[in-house]
């Protein structure tokens, strides 16, 4: 009995997440005429039309939508025990695709590389900025080993590490009443023009649920998908927004104007951390990881 091959299978994956040949073919590095002579290979194979095609569009068929977790679950066991190889040497030594979101990668990373790079010399990180929803996709997927994020939201069937807690602090330009408090109350921001992060930012999600608390109108007067962009707009005085402390100290410098207030000691933060897929045998070594960035953020 002939059996599809793991290519066939990737090929198989990638058209049904681009329903596009053309650009399947891009993301498996292959020519347009290879890919289709390898999807119908596999749809010989296994008796079935995987696809449904005209001049307009692709689409999966009933089959082809039946078969595909399977041959995803093939592609993730396959990739499983290639990582399981890679643990039989040194820890942490070769590939790895970590994904990260916009408002903890750049402002972490900088500080906590040069330790890792000291600690694991020969492991060769190969990075993926994102928002949440797309990172966790991608690492169902296999596309990515593992995930630097806010770990106190939704991120469904993973294990996660949890790395430093990240306090909120209030972003206001200096001639707003608050700017020469010490400390500031979440009631204290009724009626705020709240400056927020577009939708599918977990910062953005995490701030609106705390101008949602009982008693408060959150109005949000302003969207963008860039944390940047919003300092720049508080610091111009078009309303206030928190900020996590991890990027207080780069988006302060770059927003003349800005004072940043903190909360009382038991006030608002997210928890920045580490997930993977709960069958990766790479977890221990990702745990290792994680104490170096942990250690390295600490001292830096």
Not at 58 to 84: D, H, I, Y
Not at 167 to 178: D, G, K, T
Not at 247 to 276: K, M, T
Request: with cysteine; hydrophobic share 40%; charged share 20%.
């Amino acid at each position: 009995m002939q059996l599809p091959t793991l290519r066939q299978l990737e090929y198989f994956s990638a058209l049904a997440d681009t329903l596009n040949f053309r650009e399947a073919a891009e993301v498996c590095s292959v020519s347009q005429p290879g890919l289709s002579s390898q999807i119908a290979s596999l749809e010989a194979t296994l008796r079935v039309s995987l696809f449904e095609r005209d001049k307009r569009q692709v689409r999966l068929t009933a089959e082809g939508r039946t078969l595909l977790p399977q041959a995803r679950e093939v592609l993730a066991k396959a990739e499983g025990m290639a990582e399981l190889a890679r643990t039989f040497g040194a820890p942490l030594t070769g590939p790895l695709r970590l994904g990260t979101i916009p408002t903890v990668g750049p402002y972490l990373l900088p500080k906590v590389l040069p330790a890792v790079r000291r600690t694991y010399p020969e492991l060769q990180l190969f990075l993926r900025e994102d928002l949440t929803p797309r990172l966790l996709e991608q690492l169902e997927h296999g596309d990515l080993d593992l995930l630097l994020l806010a770990i106190d939201v939704p991120l469904g069937e993973v294990d996660t590490m949890a790395l430093f807690s990240d306090p909120f602090l209030v972003a206001v330009p200096e001639s707003h009443p608050l700017s020469d408090q010490k400390e500031v109350r979440i009631d204290q921001l009724l009626q705020a023009n709240m400056l927020l992060l577009e939708e599918g930012h977990c910062l953005g999600d995490q701030t609106l649920s705390l101008c949602q608390s009982p008693g408060q109108n959150e109005v949000i007067g302003f969207r963008s998908s860039s944390l940047s962009t919003i300092v720049q707009m508080v610091a111009g005085g078009l309303g206030i927004t928190l900020l996590p402390e991890l990027a207080v100290e780069r988006e302060l410098a770059g927003a003349p104007g800005l004072v940043a207030i903190p909360f009382p000691p038991d006030g608002p933060y997210r928890e920045v951390g580490l997930a993977w897929r709960r069958s990766s045998p790479r977890a221990e070594e990702f745990r290792m990881l994680g104490e170096t960035l942990t250690q390295a953020y600490a001292q830096a």
